[in-house]
T-cell receptor, first 113, second 113 residues
Framework: DQQVKQNSPSLSVQEGRISILNCDYT??????FLWYKKYPAEGPTFLIS???IKDKNEDGRFTVFLNKSAKHLSLHIVPSQPGDSAVYFC????????????WGLGTSLAVNP | ETGVTQSPTHLIKTRGQQVTLRCSSQ?????VSWYQQALGQGPQFIFQ???????GRGNFPPRFSGLQFPNYSSELNVNALELDDSALYLC????????????FGQGTRLTVV
């Protein structure tokens, strides 16, 4: 059973507009949530994270929002650029000794010029 | 500062064989985690090594084993390869107890025929 869910397998956005990628989780035993970006034939690249005690974190064009009551987080990219086209993974870090990451299935973002 | 490097990048093995994958962690990082990513899936946690000892394990059979060396580099060994072991194997390094982000290598694409 997927503890971290990305329900949209793909998203298409026009260059310059906002991209919103969504993620839901079912387990409350996560202390951090992270977003990674992945190009084909490369490993995931860390983008941004948010602590479970925060509701917003911003880094340049990337902002992550966390709604704990809804167990939902989202990544906003503004403005979107063609180079942002990639697969975006949401990951949740489990509280515990090894603090492993639990991953969603990814959302493929296409930013069209 | 060097990033996470994995070798080899691609590998083809026959069912029943054994394979060793290698990972050099990012400079200053003392923790290495291994993930398996099947096609169309998110990465699945295999295990983590910290101070040369296994520090947590995912739902993988004992034929998946690992090592961490004093310089924090790591190996993933898989015995008695099965066709379903075909996947991208990702290594991530981090600093135990500091920050949430883990940094990934480019992965090793293993194909079992």
């Amino acid at each position: 059973d997927q503890q971290v869910k990305q329900n949209s397998p793909s998203l298409s956005v026009q260059e310059g507009r906002i991209s919103i990628l969504n993620c839901d989780y079912t387990n409350s035993m996560f202390d951090y949530f992270l977003w990674y970006k992945k190009y084909p034939a490369e490993g995931p690249t860390f983008l941004i994270s948010i602590s479970s005690i925060k509701d917003k974190n911003e880094d340049g064009r990337f902002t992550v929002f966390l709604n704990k009551s809804a167990k939902h987080l989202s990544l906003h990219i503004v403005p979107s650029q063609p180079g942002d086209s990639a697969v975006y993974f949401c990951a949740a870090r489990e509280v515990g000794n090894n603090r492993k990451l639990i991953w969603g299935l990814g959302t493929s973002l296409a930013v069209n010029p | 500062e060097t990033g996470v490097t994995q070798s080899p990048t691609h590998l083809i093995k026959t069912r029943g064989q054994q394979v060793t994958l290698r990972c050099s962690s990012q400079s200053g990082h003392n923790t290495v985690s291994w993930y398996q990513q099947a096609l169309g899936q998110g990465p699945q946690f295999i295990f983590q090594y910290y101070r040369e000892e296994e520090n947590g394990r995912g739902n993988f059979p004992p034929r998946f084993s690992g090592l961490q060396f004093p310089n924090y580099s790591s190996e993933l060994n898989v015995n008695a390869l099965e066709l379903d072991d075909s996947a991208l194997y990702l290594c991530a390094s981090s600093i135990q107890g500091i920050g949430a982000e883990a940094f990934f290598g480019q992965g090793t694409r293993l194909t079992v025929v």
